[in-house]
């Protein structure tokens, strides 16, 4: 692997081939480039976590927008519409286990 430092030294990018940018390579079992990748990793599961979070805010918005009659449910792009059912029927399938009713005080 081929990386580039900034001042400081640290490891600020990674490449599989050297690059005008990253041109010092480092074995791939580097402990400054593991701890590199593993910090992309987290980066990358928070990044992933928050748009899972956002498309449900999407959901809702879409859904108050229908609700209004802002806009259509047709209004939307084949694609759109697609995922916006399978999202709404694993949504019921998922609520419809039965481990808890509306009375249920949240214990199962």
Do not use: H, W
């Amino acid at each position: 692997m081929y990386i580039k430092r900034n001042e400081s030294g640290q490891v600020v990018q990674v490449s599989r081939e050297a690059t005008a940018e990253c041109r010092e390579f480092v074995p791939p079992c580097s402990p400054e480039l593991q701890s590199f990748v593993a910090e992309d990793d987290a980066e990358n599961l928070a990044l992933s976590k928050s748009d899972l979070a956002f498309v449900r805010v999407l959901e809702d918005v879409i859904n108050v927008l229908m609700d209004k009659g802002v806009i259509s449910f047709t209004d939307l792009p084949e694609p759109a519409q697609q995922k916006l059912m399978e999202r709404q029927s694993l949504r019921k399938r998922r609520n419809s286990v039965g481990l808890m009713s509306d009375g249920d005080d949240g214990v199962i």
